[in-house]
């Protein structure tokens, strides 16, 4: 086998493995982005606290101004 058929399998080969790997990362950001469930904890007359759960079973607790979009996304999920 010529080296430079060896040289163009080997950078076919990073590719491929590049590719894999930002379809990975790019399924790992849609989980995590996926909100599965909010809970509300409460807040005043300017803020809220939800607990949010993601796909990738990450929870988190935000804090949210009561005339943001975030506060209206989050209280579609409210059930």
């Known amino acids: 086998m010529s ?3 060896k040289l ?3 950078k076919q080969a990073e ?3 590049k590719s894999e790997m930002m379809q990975g990362f790019t399924m790992q950001a849609e989980l995590s ?3 599965v469930s909010v809970k509300m904890l409460g807040g005043d007359a ?3 606290n939800f607990l949010v759960e993601y ?4 929870k988190k607790e935000e804090e949210v101004e009561n005339n943001s979009s975030r ?3 989050l209280s579609m999920y409210l059930g």
């Open 3 to 5: 080296i430079f058929k």
């Open 8 to 10: 163009q399998e080997k």
């Open 15 to 17: 590719r491929i493995r």
């Open 33 to 35: 982005a996926t909100i």
């Open 46 to 48: 300017e803020k809220t």
């Open 55 to 58: 796909a990738n079973g990450e």
């Open 71 to 73: 506060f209206a996304e």
